[in-house]
């Protein structure tokens, strides 16, 4: 059972946040199949139409984990799948621990699948150069390490749910520091894609076809669609990372899930177009 109500609060505020997340992702996966279907299944597969795919269902994937996780009966000591009947995964190979720990996995490789994304845009966007993606190559390699030095892996399991036993991530001070110091090196990477892109756009155009209005080929959709996805997760994950930080302690951590749903959904948009462009 949980050890302080509070612990018990902040599961439930991310049980909602979760359901909310899978929600709007599963409801864009269907509104955009037909035309995943269209452009992507019917066609040859270039590298951004792979791209595409693997941010969709990596997304899908580690968000059924997640909620496997807060449904299924467990321990600390076991994650007893008996829903599925499997008894060789279940009562001897994957513990709650285990298990939890492969939905992290799944969600830091999220992270760095969309900074490889931003990072392959941008490199298309200044020609191809090869300077670009070394100084960007280490970039996030320091993100990624930064990531790994701050400890995300560590967190508090409970034992206990709501309406039975469940693998919930409890946030204590220390480990919502961690987490936090994470989204804040994510937010200043996708600043300096931001600005690599700005400043291109500005350097091609000039200040008089400087427009956010304008689609008339492939550079104004990957300026237009930068400044968005930009100025969208900037409103969602500032909110995301004071969670961390400050505020009641039951909403520690709690914009997470819903955050990485957005940041996947507006990949989707960076990606689409460059697929169309390809394809076509």
Known sequence: MYTTESEAQQALVQLYTLFVAISILLYDHMATLPEEIMIIWCRPKATFAVLFLVNRYIAVLSNILDLMSTFLPVSIERFQLCFFNIYYLTHQRLSCRKFVVAVYALRIFQQVFICFTLTLRTYALYGCRRHLPIWMGIIV??????????????????????????????????????YGIAWIVMFIYELLIFILTVSRTW?????????????????????HDGVMYFAGMTLVNLPNILTYFCGPEILRGSLSAFTTCLFILHTRTLLLPCVIHVSY
Do not use: E, Q
Not at 203 to 223: A, E, N, Y
């Open 203 to 223: 350097k091609t155009r000039g200040l008089r076809r400087f427009s956010l209005i304008s689609r008339r080929d492939i550079l104004d959709v990957i300026f």
């Open 141 to 178: 390699l320091a993100v990624v390490t930064g990531i790994l030095l701050v400890g995300v892996f560590r967190y508090n399991l409970v034992n206990g749910g709501i309406g039975g036993g469940s693998c919930y991530k409890i946030y204590t001070t220390s480990v919502s520091i961690r």
